[in-house]
């Protein structure tokens, strides 16, 4: 299939004209992404510091602990349980490798194939799907519900 010079020249215009499209589309797109990350974590740090009431929280109401899992040993209760007492009894964001740290440090191990880190990234990742985690630059922040906090 042969073209004409005119219709080669045409092209190749076009061509040019669609990279510099899609250069500014790419360009756009990159800004969008920057600023509706920024805005998820101004949302996030919004949510955590607001009052757990239906008037300005839509979070699902977190799991609240029985007695008997707050006063057993950490190695004795679920990993996903371990991972909410850590978060209370610590009080401060933690990355995975912290809290994988100080569940060992406390007796906790992964009784299985999958290593402990494995299960604590997994769980934490599980948590942050649920609402009961925030994530933000590598760390995790633990939404507590009112009755956590008394």
């Given at each position: ?17 669609l990279e510099k ?67 209370i009894e610590v ?60």
């Amino acid at each position: 299939m042969s073209f004409t010079p005119q219709v080669i020249s045409e092209l190749r215009g076009e061509a040019i004209s669609l990279e510099k499209d899609l250069a500014e589309l790419v360009r756009q797109t990159e800004e969008i992404n920057a600023k509706s990350e920024k805005i998820r974590r101004r949302l996030a740090a919004i949510k955590v510091l607001l009052p757990n009431n239906s008037e300005t929280d839509n979070l699902p109401q977190m799991r609240i602990f029985s007695p008997r899992v707050a006063d057993e040993p950490l190695a004795d209760i679920s990993i996903r349980d371990a991972i909410r007492r850590v978060f209370i009894e610590v009080k401060r964001p933690m990355t995975s490798s912290e809290v994988c740290h100080y569940l060992r440090s406390h007796g906790a191990s992964s009784n299985g194939k999958t290593s402990l880190s494995a299960r604590v990234a997994s769980e934490l990742y599980k948590l942050k799907r649920a609402n009961e985690m925030n994530y933000d630059n590598g760390r995790y922040f633990y939404i507590h519900s009112e009755y956590e906090s008394q």
